[in-house]
């Protein structure tokens, strides 16, 4: 009877533990992010340029289950553009334009600890809200004609792909995800022949902090 007993139990148990391994345990997290951007436009003909400093924040949302396959969504206020160095001239050009952007990414993560390793790519859409062009004096403008020198940004709707990795710092209901990005625009920010720029895609590197609190 004994044998019997212990061979039931065993058995229960292990049933136990195959359906707590297999269990679904969706994770939902809302919460806000910051980080800055070194942002180039990839001109054709090229340009000579310096990385054009700005940041991004914004609200973000992550969903995460025990496959460590999830997703996340944000909306942010990011600052793209670009700086041009002419050898002659004493400071550089700056155009620096506001973005609303939305951003869709499906994260990988590795391991159930405290730190857990991330990567994730996604896609970008960026809806313009502002623009601002600095010429220093004697900076030189140029014969060529149209130029998006002193043109007012059209307003043009962008987008691409972002990807980034990192870390995942698991404090329980808080989590910080610590990472680095790149984002490549595929679209122009000018129309081609609107300028002499055939091309002019976004090009952007940098760092995000973003903090997390589990709702589910």
């Known amino acids: 009877m004994r044998p019997l007993l212990l061979g039931i139990t065993l058995f229960c148990s292990s ?13 939902l997290e809302v919460g806000f992010g910051v980080g800055t951007w070194a942002s180039e ?3 054709t003909p090229e340009v000579m340029q310096e990385p054009l400093t700005g940041i991004n924040l914004g ?35 700056r155009r620096s334009i506001d973005f609303l952007t939305t ?4 994260q990988l993560s590795f391991g159930r600890g405290f730190i857990r390793p991330v990567i994730q790519g996604g896609c970008y859409v960026s809806f313009p809200i502002s623009d601002t062009e600095e010429i220093p004096v004697g900076f030189d403008l ?8 002193q043109q007012e940004y059209s307003g ?22 610590l990472e680095g990005r790149y984002l490549a625009g595929f679209s122009d920010l000018f129309r081609p022949g609107s300028t002499q720029a055939e091309t002019s895609r976004r090009r952007s590197a940098g760092f995000r902090v973003t903090g997390f609190y589990r709702i589910k």
């Open 142 to 149: 140029g014969n060529d004609d149209p130029s998006y020198y």
């Open 103 to 106: 951003q869709l990414f499906t």
């Open 59 to 93: 609200l973000s949302l992550r969903y995460f289950d025990r496959k460590s396959v999830g997703f996340m969504a944000e909306l942010n206020y990011d600052q793209g553009g670009w700086q041009e160095v002419q050898d002659s001239v004493d400071g550089d050009y």
């Open 15 to 27: 049933l136990l533990s195959a359906q707590r391994a297999t269990d679904f345990v969706p994770e």
């Open 41 to 43: 436009v990839e001109f």
């Open 156 to 177: 043009r709707i962008t987008y691409g792909l972002v990807f980034g990795g990192g870390f995942y710092l698991n404090f329980g209901l808080v989590s910080v995800q």
